[in-house]
């Protein structure tokens, strides 16, 4: 199962319950669409930060930081691709490998869009289906749209599903900034993929909506 969301813009408390509530839902990859891409730095720092009970980081966390992630170099060797499930969570997670489960990509108006060692899409298989995650739709080429067939974005007001001959547009909806905070969940259940929108409260706005591939129509928005 893949957690999607995006356009938090600073909440970090909605960006950290969007987080929880899809971790118990069961996902165990993330796709965060940008707006803004840093957000996800800072509400790792800040739970790190609370999880000192607030004191300043000293030499002895760094030393016990450093211990840890050599420790688990073995264990973890490469973050996986984001359409694959890294092992389980665990109930005391170390927040540092929360960065290495997910996937994002920056928006227009932040430094990292003219970084060229980030890319502004990420492309990968989901199933046996090739995703693109970007934050702007209009940010697609001609490539990408004849190369892939499920665009994950951000950038819209509310969840939404549309389908364009055989190819599905998929968004979270906002995270902050919108009539209601919203993320969603990417699974396959057998050889389906379904998608479905919450509410940060877990009430589901949108799905469970199945992706019918290889079965396009002309046009359905949903």
């Not at 069961?26 to 669409?33: I, Q």
């Not at 499930?85 to 990292?112: G, I, K, M, S, Y």
């Not at 900034?177 to 990417?186: H, I, V």
Request: glycine share 8%.
């Amino acid at each position: 199962m893949i957690g999607i969301f995006s356009d938090s813009h600073g909440d970090l408390a909605a960006f950290g319950a969007a987080y929880e509530l899809l971790r118990g839902k069961g996902a165990r990859r993330f796709l965060f669409a940008g707006g803004r891409y840093t957000d996800l730095d800072a509400w790792v720092l800040e739970e790190r930060e609370k999880a000192r009970g607030g004191r300043e980081y000293s030499d002895l966390d760094f030393l016990a930081d450093v211990t840890q992630w050599l420790s688990s170099k073995d264990a973890l060797p490469r973050p996986p691709a984001f359409g694959e499930a890294p092992a389980n969570f665990t109930a005391e997670e170390d927040r540092r490998l929360v960065l290495e489960r997910f996937a994002r990509v920056p928006e227009r108006d932040c430094l990292q869009y003219m970084d060229p060692t980030i890319p502004r899409k990420m492309l990968d298989m989901v199933g046996d289906s090739l995703c693109c995650l970007v934050h702007d739709k209009n940010d697609l080429s001609r490539e990408d749209l004849l190369n892939a067939t499920i665009f994950i974005h951000g950038k819209e007001p509310e969840p939404k599903v549309v389908q364009i001959g055989p190819r599905y547009f998929l968004t979270p909806g906002r995270l902050a900034g919108a009539a209601e905070q919203t993320c969603a969940l990417l699974e396959k259940v057998e050889q389906q993929l379904l998608f479905t929108a919450f509410r940060l409260d877990g009430k589901v706005v949108l799905g469970p909506r199945e992706l019918q591939l290889g079965r396009g129509t002309k046009l359905s928005v949903k």
